[in-house]
């Protein structure tokens, strides 16, 4: 039995299906479909469907479920009692109307955003990839990070789990280095909390740069989930790293102070100068690019806010 949940009746579906003609789609499609065949010699409906209990219609012993409890149809029986032909013909039915969706639930298929609802062509998938999906912007993992030897860079990371099983003690998230990033990145272990099913999760995540890392190297560091077995679940998120030469440090000062009065930032709020250098790093310390930087910076916090 199907209820069709619109603006005329207010309740909470069970199951979130896109069908935008409503009813009359539904028994279009019906007609359509042919109906459901199966049951006894392929005729399912026609010649009711056998359980322990009798057929449909016939009088059933006090306390038998409306579907006839656990002897509903023969053969196999899906665990609410239902027999199992029948839950595959309504399985391929909705899978054909609606698509894949249709056979989850609705808290399962919301997506976390419009500018994620593309990403996962730039995440890495692994086992179980419903156990950590990415939800953060896309512009914390498509940016390049710019660092000098010895900085360490704290990034943000925020995640789902879209499975049906909370993590436990002993999941963590860790960085995947390659040959080359090894050489210019320290290895990353930050223990995650207990999550329940369908909760989001973030994660500061702090990457140290090695200080024997060659200046104007370019590399990316895979960060994701890792269950208590040691194997790596979810979809993993690349985040692009990028090494420059160090300058001396009146002469970074000198450059932050002049960032910053162009684009009328006071030294005295905190974070401030930090987000000068920030920018100047990845402007490569050139000023004017790292003005246009903390522009922008502000203009996407001023949307936020």
Known sequence: MFTIIDENC?????????????AEELNQAFQAFGGFRGGHRGHGFRHGMRGGAGRWGHPQPEGTPAWGGAGFGRGGRGGCGMHRGMKNQIGYFMRQMFGDQAMHQADETVQPGIETANAKDEWVKRHNPKRAVPTMPKHLYQRQYVATAGDELTVELIFRNCAHKPYNQGFHLETVLGETAKLAVAPIKVPLPETDSMQTFTVKVPIKILDTAAALSEHTVHIGVTNRKGREVGFAVPLKIKIIEKIDETSL?????????????????????????????????????????????????????
């Open 10 to 22: 207010d309740a909470e579906a069970d199951f979130d299906i896109h069908m935008p003609g409503g």
């Open 253 to 305: 000062y000198d450059k932050a102070m002049q960032a910053l009065a162009q684009v009328d930032m006071s030294i005295e709020v905190d974070g401030n100068f930090e987000k000068a250098i920030t920018a100047l790093k990845e402007a490569e310390y050139e000023i004017d690019k790292a003005c246009a930087l903390l522009i922008q910076a502000n203009e996407v916090k001023d949307k936020a806010d």
